[in-house]
Each structure stands twice: as C-alpha cells, then as structure tokens.
C-alpha cells in the first residue's frame, strides 16, 4: 500500500523562484492537508481539503496556493519562494481520527 | 479551534530512569488524542493513540499515556527509556466531529544520557 506519497524528498531553491511539491493518496479519503515543521514550532498546517474542487487556509497560508482536481491529488505551489519557506513540509490525509503522512519534504530556499 | 500544549521543550533523562511527556488541549469537547514520534530527519510514526474506551492507552516501544478529561491532558509515559528513544514528540487532538483536522502542539526533545 503506498499511502501518502509526497516528491521530491529534497529541493534547494532561490529566491524568487516558484515550485510545486507533489502528493498524491490511494485511500480515497476526502481529507487532505499540508504542514510545515520549523524548530519549536511543531506542525503548522498550511491548508487543507475537505474534498475535490474544496480547499481553505490554514495557520500559515501565505505565500502558497493548492488545488484539489481529483480526490488523490493535492499539489502545493510556492508561488515566489523566500528564505522563510526553508521548512519540512508534510502532506497528510486524514479519516475519522486517523491521519496518514507522507515522508516529509525538505526545502531550502537560498 | 484546538490548541495543544506540550510544557516541556526539551527532556533531558539518563538511560533507565522513567520519563513523563506532558500534554495539554484546550477543549473539553470529545476529542481523539495522539502521540506521534519523529527520529532525525524523518517523518513522523504514531506511538499511540485514543479515540475511545480505556483512558489508559498502550502504544509501541513501551509507551503509554493516560487521557484525564477533567484536565483535559494526555501525558506520556514509559517506566524505562533506552538510548533509541531519543526523539522528537509531538501530542496531536482531533475534533471527534469532524474526526478529520489535526492540531498539533510544538514537540518535546527528549534526550535519553547514557
């Protein structure tokens, strides 16, 4: 079973540049979401889904546009990448008090 | 929306010695309850986890953690950790409604000294 599949695992970035982390799931489950982890921060969700053609803001939303086309895919797009957005991001889906994450994206925007 | 306190930062403990990691949320409405683990550099694994039933709940490498709904806390527990516990931890509460969002709190170090 894959589960939660998120590329690329690592990306170096300028400054200014733009990128779409990837994620995909094949559990059909309705609830998607995307984190960031900074040091002493904990997770901080970015955005969500609760369904195709559904997305809301999050905690931190700026700086980053999702979509929902179909229940499996949930893209994440920087639109102009800063130094700030150097985090681990983690995308997740999630059914009724379970949530499943992908491996984590490192990135790091110089 | 929730908020989830984890108390300590940071848990130093020598090797053996019993360690406690503290959890508070901010919600008395029915929540599930999690701790997940993340070892460097990688994602993060579900220790253990409550959605119903016994408050005391067991989860994996010797785990567990007691849910207190009048102090709306879920600690975490293991009577002997070993160097491999080093780690981050994270408490997680969903909603029971929605079942779907999670909020998580800001993570403990824990630091196992030989």
């Known amino acids: 079973n894959a589960g939660v599949t998120q590329t690329p695992k690592f990306q170096v970035l300028k400054t200014g540049q733009s990128m779409t982390l990837q994620c995909a799931q094949d559990?059909?489950?309705?609830?998607m979401s995307w984190y960031r982890q900074d040091p002493g921060m904990g997770l901080r969700l970015i955005h969500y889904?609760?369904?195709?053609?559904?997305?809301d803001q999050g905690e931190v939303p700026n700086g980053y546009n999702v979509s929902r086309s179909t229940t499996e895919d949930f893209p994440l797009r920087l639109l102009s990448a800063a130094p700030s957005q150097t985090s681990v991001y983690f995308c997740?889906?999630?059914?009724?008090?379970?949530?499943?994450f992908g491996e984590g994206s490192w990135l790091t925007v110089v | 929306a929730q908020s989830v306190t984890q108390l300590d930062s940071q848990v130093p403990v020598f090797e053996e010695a019993p360690v406690e990691l503290r959890c508070n949320y901010s919600?008395?409405?029915?929540?599930?309850l999690f701790w997940y683990v993340q070892y460097p550099n990688q994602g993060l694994q579900l220790l253990l986890k409550?959605?119903?039933?016994?408050?005391l709940v067991k989860g994996i490498n010797g785990f567990e953690a007691e849910f207190n709904k009048s102090q709306t806390s879920f600690h975490l527990r293991k009577p002997s950790v070993h160097i491999s516990d080093t780690a981050e931890y994270f408490c997680?509460?969903?909603?029971?409604?929605?079942?779907?969002?999670?909020?998580f709190g800001t993570g403990t170090s824990l630091t196992v000294i030989p």
């Open positions: 997740a889906s999630s059914y009724f008090g379970v949530i499943y």
């Open positions: 889904s609760v369904g195709a053609g559904i997305t």
């Open positions: 997680a509460v969903s909603d029971r409604d929605t079942g779907n969002q999670f909020y």
């Open positions: 559990m059909n489950h309705e609830y």
């Open positions: 919600s008395s409405v029915s929540v599930y």
């Open positions: 409550y959605l119903s039933g016994s408050t």
